[in-house]
């Protein structure tokens, strides 16, 4: 059956919106990069629960590019690193961070269809010979032991985040590594579980910082390093 110019022109436009044409539009620095690196890491998934549950998981929006790598540079990540990324999404920090040369990523994140497409992206990417790994599981399943950059961007609330660190702890110590963790946390709501745990130390801060001709968010991004060495 022949369709009226009116339901084509909503069935196009509602295919533009799937493939995020509005934020691609906005932060065209961002498009490039994804193009550069041959993968579709624009997208969003609503966020649930709030403040006090223990279920409280942010909605998810990558941040730019330009932001993930300053934090990766910030946190000296370089090819002796082993970088995990605890609610990777689509994967674009852990692209980032294989793109900067750390020895394995991996990205794990709790809804699959995320992870899914993270491993779509992973298949067509020019970085697909790169040790790469993406997991979908509980932050709370995944081992840490050999993780020596730890990248948050605010992934669940503060109940979830002090047990994710005392497991990074625990598996650190079964796992008899000697090297320090460092810690990047984007949007650092629960801040205040890493400084009350007893066996991370601040290391600094970065500010959020304006960026020209996108519309990307900017968040502050605090630092942590492991003294259990």
Not at 77 to 86: A, F, R, S, Y
Not at 117 to 134: E, P, V
Not at 142 to 158: C, S
Request: glycine residues 10%; proline residues 6%; charged residues 25%.
């Amino acid at each position: 059956m022949l369709r009226s110019p009116s339901e084509r022109g909503r069935t196009l436009l509602a295919g533009l919106r799937n493939r995020n044409l509005t934020a691609r539009v906005r932060q065209p620095v961002d498009e490039l990069w994804d193009r550069y690196l041959g993968v579709h890491t624009f997208g969003h998934y609503p966020g649930s629960g709030g403040p006090g549950d223990r279920e409280w998981y942010l909605h998810y929006i990558p941040s730019s590019y330009r932001d993930v790598f300053a934090v990766l540079d910030r946190g000296g990540v370089g090819p002796d690193d082993i970088v995990t990324d605890l609610g990777c999404g689509l994967g674009r920090v852990v692209f980032a961070a294989s793109y900067r040369g750390a020895a394995r990523v991996e990205g794990v994140d709790l809804i699959p269809s995320l992870v899914d497409s993270a491993k779509a992206n992973l298949a067509s990417s020019r970085l697909k010979h790169r040790d790469i790994r993406f997991h979908a599981r509980n932050a709370l399943d995944h081992h840490l032991g050999d993780t020596t950059f730890l990248y948050l961007f605010h992934p669940f609330g503060p109940e979830i985040l002090g047990e994710v660190m005392e497991k990074a702890r625990d598996d650190r110590r079964s796992a008899g590594i000697r090297r320090p963790l460092r810690i990047a946390y984007v949007n650092p709501v629960g801040e205040s579980v890493l400084n009350e745990a007893g066996w991370l130390r601040p290391d600094g801060d970065m500010p959020p910082r304006r960026e020209h001709f996108s519309s990307a968010l900017h968040y502050r991004t605090a630092f942590w390093e492991s003294t259990d060495v």
